[in-house]
């Protein structure tokens, strides 16, 4: 499902949710610029899915319309083909890395990050037998997440540990370089998305 698709969903959403919503509460809530939303919602209004109205004058409603009800469907279910093909990879993916972490005898794995790929990949390993020795984010430390209170991502280069996971989507790369710096060796670490 490409970005612009998962865009119409979120909008077709949020206006069958909340047909006052304004284009700037709309820019906020998918973290794009005003001009943009602007073309969405007038592209949407193009092809028939929603319709503008200002009644009273002073004031923009959003409605869904029939065909964009069965489109906001229509990309539900490609929404949920996507979800379950992505979960489906990224579990295969897991699988292959941990399996190989056993095998070598790598058994202690810190994870950086928490969220949903953090559980997904806490699933695989429990699968194999591997222990999960600490988890790291520093938006989260003091809070307990799998069972574990979650550490600052400093405090990851001081533990007893055989594999570094970043089961974070969104600054991959820079806790990537982070934990280098810190003195975590290249081959300790991985991602959970290729």
Do not use: C, W
């Amino acid at each position: 499902m490409d970005l612009e698709a998962q865009r119409d969903l979120a909008i077709l959403n949020e206006i069958e949710t909340a047909p006052q919503v304004t284009q700037r509460g709309l820019a906020q809530k998918l973290g794009i610029a005003l001009g943009l939303t602007n073309l969405y919602l007038k592209r949407l209004a193009r092809k028939g899915y929603i319709k503008v109205t200002t009644i009273p004058s002073h004031r923009v409603k959003y409605l869904l319309t029939p065909q964009g009800l069965a489109e906001k469907t229509r990309l539900t279910y490609e929404y949920m083909q996507y979800s379950f093909t992505l979960f489906r990879q990224s579990r295969q993916f897991l699988r292959e890395q941990f399996a190989a972490l056993a095998e070598a005898g790598r058994k202690r794995v810190a994870f950086v990050g928490v969220g949903e790929a953090a559980e997904l990949a806490d699933l695989t390993l429990r699968e194999l037998g591997l222990e999960l020795v600490a988890v790291a984010d520093d938006a989260a430390a003091g809070a307990r997440f799998l069972n574990h209170e979650v550490i600052a991502v400093d405090a990851v280069a001081a533990l007893e540990l055989d594999q570094v996971v970043i089961t974070s989507f969104d600054d991959a790369d820079a806790l990537g370089d982070r934990l280098r710096a810190l003195g975590v060796p290249e081959d300790k670490i991985f991602r959970v998305r290729k």
